[in-house]
């Protein structure tokens, strides 16, 4: 079955680094593109990033864009979110979620992993 | 910078009809932003409800249908049940690369 499992989660203090991962089984991950979508503690759904099937797209949320790299390994069926110059307001449960080439909603999402930042 | 609006929160009685609605600061929603609608209960993963405005996804319940209202999309809940208390996420199609969230209505049913 679908499953999409990230890691890499953890406490982490502002200003250095972390790298999440998100490992897919069950589908034809080079047939999806990949998003992350996080969620802070109590508050809404906010969009990340977005690579498309083959990588060769990325989109960034602003709040993100210049600190935060997406990539992917088709090969290994996985997404990675490298997430660099943490700020506290980046403290948040980390979602990946698929969607398939061509269509305009998400399908199905991972658990979660959730980030920390604070000193 | 344009904001995708929704009810913070709504209640509804068992049984009744609720509809939640997802609009646009700036503008009207229509087909073409490709509404789609999410479930989630705290704790839990978003669960895909309704996609393309009105398709339910695999696996949800026909109480659940969406549509476009005057100049909003909508999700309705018909007959609802106690296990449909959960916060409702909508998400437009903006154009490239974007896909924006609105701020999630809380449904409670009491």
């Known amino acids: 079955q679908v499953q999409l499992e990230e890691s890499g989660g953890g406490v982490v203090q502002p200003g250095r680094s972390l790298r999440l991962s998100c490992t897919a089984s069950?589908?034809?991950?080079?047939?999806?593109?990949m998003h992350w979508v996080r969620q802070a503690p109590g508050k809404g759904l906010e969009r990340v990033a977005l690579?498309?099937?083959?990588?060769?797209?990325?989109f960034y949320a602003d709040a993100v864009k210049g600190r935060f790299t997406v990539s992917r390994d088709n090969s290994k069926n996985t997404l990675s979110l490298q997430m660099n110059s943490l700020r506290a307001e980046d403290t948040a449960v980390y979602y990946c979620?698929?969607?398939?080439?061509?269509?305009?909603?998400?399908?199905?999402w991972g658990q979660g992993t959730l980030v920390t930042v604070s000193s | 910078q344009t904001v995708v609006t929704q009810e913070p929160s709504f209640s509804v009685s068992p049984g009744g009809t609720v509809t939640l609605t997802c609009g646009l600061s700036?503008?009207?929603?229509?087909?073409?932003?490709?509404p789609s609608w999410y479930q989630q209960t705290p704790g839990q993963s978003p669960r895909t409800l309704i996609y393309?405005?009105?398709t339910r996804s695999s696996g949800v319940p026909d109480r659940f249908s969406g549509s476009i209202l005057g100049n909003k999309a909508a999700l309705t809940i018909t007959g609802a049940q106690a296990d449909d208390e959960s916060n409702y996420y909508c998400?437009?199609?903006?154009?490239?690369?974007?896909?924006?969230f609105g701020g999630g209505t809380k449904l409670t049913v009491l």
């Open positions: 998400v437009l199609y903006m154009g490239t690369g974007i896909w924006m």
């Open positions: 700036s503008g009207s929603v229509s087909s073409s932003y490709y």
């Open positions: 069950g589908f034809t991950f080079s047939s999806y593109a």
């Open positions: 393309n405005t009105n």
């Open positions: 979620a698929r969607r398939l080439r061509g269509d305009y909603h998400f399908d199905y």
């Open positions: 690579i498309s099937y083959d990588g060769s797209n990325k």
